[in-house]
């Protein structure tokens, strides 16, 4: 099983700051990395798949970068709405695995 | 626009079953894998299941595996879940979510979720 390790597990960020998480996969998942969003009460949202390809709808302040075992989701500049818990996701190998989180909350 | 609704979701008691089903709309449905995923109250996402929009391809997460049956239903455009032989660590949010044309991919759009609470 690939394991999926986020840091830092808590981001605290002010508005309009730039955030930057991290995902790393326990051995290669080539592109094949997923992020999503998840507010709390909500249902998960697509941000980004293939690593890099923003899902449809989703702002371009959203960026994806990474491959192989070391991955980044950059926000440029945090909107309030931003403000929520970031999952990463490996679909290379079975089975699908999930990192853990990384709660980017307002500083 | 595409919409997923689950329901089946309740209280059963460690041993028991319930069956979940997830409503789909806006796309056609047997074009696409779907997959089940689950959140333990206050805890990360788990990939449950994947299943091809055939039908005839289906994966399991091993902590499932053998006591959880996916299935779908293009004719109603609707994705099953089968949970017997439940357990406390059972407990979760069950959302299905609509994949790519093939199984293993990334999720979206997701439902809104179903509870699931194992308990006596």
């Known amino acids: 099983e690939i394991v999926m390790t986020q840091s830092p597990a808590t981001l605290s960020v002010s508005p309009g700051e730039r955030a930057t998480l991290s995902c790393r996969a326990s051995?290669?998942?080539?592109?094949?990395l997923a992020w999503y969003q998840q507010k709390p009460g909500q249902a998960p949202r697509l941000l980004i798949y293939g690593a890099s390809t923003r899902a449809t709808g989703i702002p371009a302040r959203f960026s994806g970068s990474g491959s192989g075992t070391e991955f980044t989701l950059t926000i440029s500049s945090l909107q309030s709405e931003d403000f929520a818990v970031y999952y990463c996701q490996q679909y290379n190998n079975w089975p699908l695995t999930f990192g853990g989180g990384t709660k980017v909350e307002i500083k | 626009e595409v919409q997923l609704l689950e329901s089946g979701g309740g209280l059963v008691q460690p041993g028991g079953s319930l069956r979940l089903s997830c409503a789909a709309s806006g796309f056609t449905f047997s074009n696409y894998a779907m997959s089940w995923v689950r959140q333990a109250p206050g805890k990360g996402l788990e990939w449950v299941s994947d299943i091809s929009g055939s039908g005839g391809i289906i994966y399991y997460a091993d902590s499932v595996k053998g006591r959880f049956t996916t299935s779908r239903d293009s004719s109603k455009s609707t994705l099953y879940l089968q949970m017997d032989s439940l357990r406390a660590g059972d407990t979760a949010v069950y959302y299905c979510?609509?994949?790519?044309?093939?199984?293993?991919?990334?999720?979206?759009?997701w439902g809104l979720g179903t509870l699931v609470t194992v308990s006596s």
């Open positions: 051995q290669s998942v080539g592109s094949n």
């Open positions: 979510a609509k994949g790519r044309a093939a199984v293993g991919s990334w999720f979206g759009p």
